[in-house]
């Protein structure tokens, strides 16, 4: 229960920030092709969170499309203990020009509140979407995904740039623990070097 009342409290001040002045000039890609961007995807970098403190190493996200448009969203990651920890969300289209622009809620009352729901942009992404990068307006939440749990050198200088570009401090960003990735959370602005 505590996970859940963390995810619905990150969430609500999600939506709160959205309305601040302190948002970027934070642009997304120009198009999203959703059935190439299903599947999974590898948690590579991102900035520590508080609803994924107890994710230590292996965090995967899983999108597949549900019977009514929206995105299902199945995030999961190995806990301290362990064991394996999972959060099903759903997530929905805000942009329809680019697809590029979505919300994402883990609160589900009766049927999914969006109204509780977190940014997620898509601010890069590979040719071959075999990387992404996933952040918001406010900067305060970033993620680089990968097909794979490693990434290349060049990507993460690539992914990196443009976070940068987009107002993040990339020190921010720390690299995840992942089997056949990195070992260990190192700033993302010492990889790159």
């Known amino acids: 229960m505590n996970w859940l ?9 999600n939506v ?7 948002q970027n000039n934070v642009e997304t890609v120009k198009h999203v092709d959703l059935n190439r961007y299903l599947g999974t995807w590898y948690e590579i970098a991102s900035i520590p969170q508080s609803f994924q403190k107890k994710c230590v190493a292996n965090t995967v ?7 009514n448009g929206f995105i299902k969203v199945l995030n ?12 099903e969300a759903r997530a929905k289209v ?7 622009k979505l919300k994402v809620t883990f609160v589900k009352i ?10 997620y942009w898509i601010l890069d992404l590979a040719e071959d979407y075999s990387y992404a990068v ?12 990968s097909r794979t749990p490693q990434l290349s050198h060049a990507d993460l200088v690539s992914a990196e740039k443009n976070l940068a570009k987009n107002g993040y401090d990339t020190c921010k960003l720390l690299t995840s623990i ?6 260990e959370r190192i700033p993302l602005c010492e990889v790159v070097k």
């Open 5 to 13: 009342i963390t995810v619905f409290l990150f969430l609500s001040g």
């Open 16 to 22: 709160l920030a959205m309305g601040s002045p302190n």
């Open 61 to 67: 996200a899983e999108y597949s499309l549900t019977k």
């Open 76 to 87: 999961s990651c190995d806990t301290k203990t362990g064991e394996r920890k999972t959060a």
């Open 94 to 100: 805000i942009d329809k020009e680019s697809n590029a």
């Open 110 to 119: 009766f049927d999914w509140v969006f109204s509780f729901g977190g940014n």
């Open 134 to 145: 996933v952040g918001d307006p406010t900067t305060e939440f970033g993620w680089i995904l």
């Open 178 to 183: 992942q089997n056949g990735g990195f070992s």
